[in-house]
């Protein structure tokens, strides 16, 4: 089947294009310094492409449009598919690519739906609401508007780190259309402990005062043509876990061009965390109210710096309901990357077992 995207570029000009981000000595590259920050929508299609080139299952990619004239960037693997959809939301400062290691094995025989979050990646970046809930409802509101335009009925929901807290917030106010939510290392649910500020150095406290103002990013745009290498020197972890399936820097430079653009997603992020690490509004104080029908399967990496505590809070808050709870070894946050096997093995089981609920409930609907 042929691939499809929203614009084709020949593959000469898509690597050239790619390269020069990284490379700034070439013809392209000293342009692109020009201009300071050398990136642009068709660079960040473009390093998509470079990787998604390494998946083997047809795929479709279109924009969704959404009410306001925004568009969120979808792609949709083994379209023919006839097992019950997987719907994944990446999480924050990612986009749809970082799936790759994943795509191959869980979309066999079921359609896969990824999409980059309204703000991120290749999707509009609108401005969002400075109020926390406000915020948390326009992301929402996006994923159910995109969700009704591409026509799913329901499917299995899996978030990963902010990903997870969104998939959480729709699965609250979308109950029917989620026939099983898997949070993978969620951000958000564990409450901020009040006595946090007073355990810290005073020096420490001064600091973060003084970065409150800034985005978690905004040192890599403001590092203009040095923003590249940036992404290599403090994130080189990310070269060895996608070293399987891709075997040069495409994966920095993906990631640079998912940031380096408008910061539409990351200012909502900020505004709805409390100093980053949390949540100013907990999903542990309403994990409890998701529909008691809707089975939760938590996902956590054995070495992740997100705590696994409120996984096991949730299982005993929704005692009436299934929660099971995933531990791979070996693993950190990006435990899909760490150990992706693993990782597809227990995603796929999920899916498997909604599949044959299906078999035995013929009368609902399906995609």
């Not at 660079?43 to 004239?69: M, W």
């Not at 079921?110 to 326009?138: H, I, N």
């Not at 820097?249 to 200012?267: L, M, R």
Request: aromatic fraction near 12%; proline fraction near 7%; charge should be positive.
């Amino acid at each position: 089947m042929t691939t499809v995207l929203s614009q084709d570029i020949p593959e000469s000009e898509n690597r050239s294009l790619v390269d020069s981000s990284i490379n700034p000595t070439s013809t392209v590259g000293l342009r692109r310094r020009c201009s300071w920050k050398p990136t642009s929508q068709r660079l960040l299609e473009a390093a998509e492409e470079r990787i998604f080139k390494y998946i083997t299952v047809p795929y479709e990619g279109k924009y969704v449009p959404l009410d306001g004239g925004e568009k969120i960037w979808t792609v949709k693997f083994n379209p023919q598919g006839k097992k019950v959809p997987l719907v994944m939301v990446h999480g924050f400062g990612g986009g749809i690519a970082l799936w790759a290691m994943s795509i191959d094995a869980l979309a066999k025989k079921r359609p896969v739906y990824v999409f980059d979050v309204l703000g991120f990646g290749r999707s509009s970046r609108p401005k969002f609401s400075t109020d926390a809930l406000q915020a948390e409802e326009e992301f929402v509101a996006s994923i159910e508007q995109w969700r009704h335009q591409v026509g799913l009925e329901n499917f299995v929901l899996l978030g990963h780190s902010f990903g997870g807290y969104l998939a959480s917030a729709y699965t609250l106010r979308h109950p029917s259309r989620v026939k099983h939510l898997v949070l993978v290392d969620s951000w958000g649910f564990k409450e901020k402990p009040e006595e946090f500020e007073f355990n810290i150095p005073l020096w420490v406290r001064a600091l973060a005062a003084v970065m409150s103002p800034f985005n978690p990013l905004a040192g890599l745009r403001a590092a203009g043509p040095w923003g590249p290498s940036l992404v290599q020197k403090f994130r080189p972890d990310f070269q060895g876990r996608f070293s399987r399936l891709l075997p040069d820097d495409a994966v920095f430079n993906y990631i640079y061009h998912c940031n380096a653009q408008k910061p539409s997603g990351e200012n909502a992020f900020k505004n709805m965390s409390a100093m980053l690490v949390w949540a100013k509004f907990p999903m542990i104080d309403r994990i409890a109210h998701v529909d008691r029908n809707i089975p939760m399967t938590m996902i956590h990496g054995q070495e992740s710096w997100m705590s696994h505590e409120p996984s096991y809070q949730t299982k005993y808050l929704r005692s009436n309901s299934y929660v099971k709870i995933e531990v791979i070894s070996d693993a950190g946050h990006h435990v899909y990357a760490d150990q992706p096997d693993d990782f597809n093995f227990v995603v796929d089981r999920i899916c498997q077992k909604e599949d044959k609920k299906l078999v035995r409930l013929p009368s609902e609907t399906s995609v």
